[in-house]
């Protein structure tokens, strides 16, 4: 008996819906308030939310009094987007879509947005050229990705040095979309001008033992990833985790502030 292998689009479906992100969401507010701001977002312009999850970007553009898409493969993540849009009583669409596959027509939005998303595409070509193709001429992209050399970034070495070898890799990692040369290589001739500037997310938790339980009952791929290990190796991931955590923490009073870094980039379409 043969089975169709998954596509990207089912494994993260699969991923993301196996435990509840937005409490990691919700601590990423203010991040998706500085990037619609970045992004000049204006009441009345089309605006779409590319690889949204549970619409923390969506809703800064709606409440700026945008008209806003939010597009996500998770249909789980866009019922939470229109939920907490009905509770503010924000306007918001929404539809399931792979970020490399956008079933939107060519210009159809003023402004195309993504935070923590869209760098997860596996084919970063394909992705870089939906968001150029769905956006206007004279539009903005406006991007937000965690950098090459940041915290999580580094987080994301220790826990795939405990992981099998996975297939051999078809392009960069996701972390590039958080270098500005990146960017450009990515979007070429497609964009006018593209300027950026690297910001500041700030961890709060009790401890940094207490902040990577928490990432591991929240952010999926951490979840899934727990998941497939033994016991010793959660040891190991937990202690070598918690370490880089505290190396970022600024707090002097024995709670956490660590500071995780990562690129807001606002691209003009060509």
Not at 15 to 44: H, M, N
Not at 57 to 68: M, P, Q, S, W, Y
Not at 217 to 235: I, K, M, S, V, Y
Not at 253 to 263: H, I, N, P, S
């Amino acid at each position: 008996m043969t089975t169709t292998p998954q596509s990207p689009a089912d494994r993260a479906r699969k991923v993301w819906e196996a435990t509840d992100y937005q409490p990691i969401a919700t601590r990423d507010v203010l991040v998706s308030e500085l990037l619609a701001r970045a992004a000049d977002v204006r009441s009345g312009q089309r605006v779409l939310d590319v690889a949204a999850g549970s619409g923390n970007t969506a809703l800064a553009a709606a409440r700026r009094g945008a008209r806003v898409t939010a597009a996500d493969v998770v249909p789980g993540l866009l019922e939470t987007a229109s939920r907490r849009a009905a509770v503010e009583g924000l306007e918001l669409g929404v539809e399931v879509a792979d970020a490399q596959e956008l079933p939107f027509a060519d210009g159809s939005f003023d402004v195309v947005l993504s935070s923590f998303g869209v760098m997860y595409a596996p084919d970063q070509p394909r992705a870089a050229a939906e968001l150029l193709r769905v956006c206007r001429p004279g539009g903005r992209v406006g991007l937000v990705s965690w950098t090459p050399t940041g915290l999580t970034a580094r987080l994301q070495k220790v826990m795939a040095a405990f992981l099998p070898a996975p297939r051999a890799a078809s392009g960069p990692p996701p972390v590039m979309w958080g270098d500005e040369d990146h960017c450009r290589g990515l979007f070429g001739a497609g964009v006018a001008s593209v300027r950026s500037r690297v910001r500041v997310n700030e961890w709060c938790a009790p401890s940094a033992v207490a902040q990577v339980e928490f990432l591991v009952r929240h952010l999926p791929p951490w979840h899934a990833a727990f998941g497939r290990l033994d016991p010793e190796a959660r040891r190991k991931v937990s202690e070598a985790a918690a370490a880089e955590i505290d190396g970022e923490n600024r707090a002097e009073d024995g709670t956490l502030v660590a500071e995780a870094e990562y690129l807001e980039l606002v691209a003009t379409v060509a």
